[in-house]
């Protein structure tokens, strides 16, 4: 009897706890909504170009006589920038932009070409179609340095004007600024014609980096030849970086004939420190007859 009661209370105990787990909760569940964010605009300042914010400046360039002009100015007016500069171009400083841009003011166009280690560039600044001609060819390392200028002016026209504008390159002129040549050279054909002889004169200053060369003609004697130099219808100007690997004499290499060329010291058979002082003060040189090929 007991043991049919236990069953009979463990049978409701079960049945309770059935009863119990299947009653619906009365817990609301907590709903999350979604609640966006008002936007509120940004007044954002636009920056609109203006006619003055231009990447880079246009270059204004001269007319051909406003050029004409300027380069005579250049030659013709004093400068503190002394020889190799030109126009204050240096060897071994002045990079290949900067005459760039003086090209393109100067309405000078220039001829390219280029070789292992450099780039030439080549421009006529001259009027050769009216007075006289002015080539300049400016020689750039591969890191565009200028190396090395070739200045070459021919009198075409006019040979007073020629001769009045390169008158600051008058050999006495260039003895007197620069002092004594390192080496002077007299190149001859040694062909006398109406008892003149024509030649070429080379004025090196090794140690400055330039070379400044003159047509000259020697008059006849019986016992010697007597020079007396001055710029003549010709001047041709070669000016170097120390450091570049060409030499004046490599720059010159096509005025220069081995065969026809006297140095003047055993021309003249003085030391060039006399030969020197003899042209300051006289104008002009002597050598014996025995020279040129």
């Known amino acids: 009897m007991r043991k049919t009661n236990y069953k009979n209370y463990l049978l ?15 817990t609301t569940p907590q709903v999350y909504k979604f609640t966006p964010t008002p936007f509120s605009p940004v007044n954002t300042k636009l920056i609109t170009p203006t ?13 051909k006589e406003e050029s004409r002009i300027e380069v005579e100015d250049l030659l013709t007016q004093t400068s503190d920038c002394k020889l190799p500069c030109w126009w204050d171009i240096i060897p071994g400083l002045t990079l290949w932009g900067e005459v760039d841009s003086f ?11 280029s070789e292992t280690q450099t780039t030439h560039y080549a421009s ?16 750039v390392d591969k890191n ?41 050279w007299l190149e001859t054909g040694g062909i006398e014609n109406n008892n003149l002889l024509g030649g070429m004169l080379f004025l090196f200053y090794d140690e400055k980096g330039f070379l400044i060369t003159y047509p000259i003609i020697g008059e006849v004697n019986q016992e010697y030849y007597q020079f007396c130099p001055g710029i003549g219808t010709q001047i ?13 004499n490599f720059l010159a ?18 030391t060039i420190e006399e030969i020197y002082f003899h042209i300051i003060k006289t104008g002009c040189f002597e050598t014996h007859k025995n020279i040129g090929p």
């Open 12 to 26: 409701i105990f079960l049945i309770s706890l059935i009863t119990i787990g299947c009653v619906p909760s009365t």
């Open 51 to 63: 006619l003055d914010s231009t990447p880079f400046q246009l270059i204004p360039t001269l007319t």
């Open 103 to 113: 090209l393109i003011k100067m309405n000078a166009p220039f001829l390219e070409f």
């Open 124 to 139: 006529e600044l001259g009027r050769p179609e009216i007075d006289y001609s002015l080539s300049m060819e400016i020689i």
């Open 144 to 184: 565009l340095l200028v190396n090395n200028i070739v200045i070459t002016s021919l009198d075409i026209f006019n040979l007073e004007k020629f001769q009045n504008i390169w008158k600051n390159y008058q050999p006495l002129q260039i003895l007197k600024t620069y002092g004594i040549p390192s080496r002077i």
């Open 236 to 248: 041709n100007l070669f000016m170097r970086s120390l450091d570049s690997p060409a030499t004046l």
């Open 253 to 270: 290499k096509d005025l220069i004939s081995p065969d026809y060329i006297d140095i003047l010291e055993e021309a003249t058979g003085k």
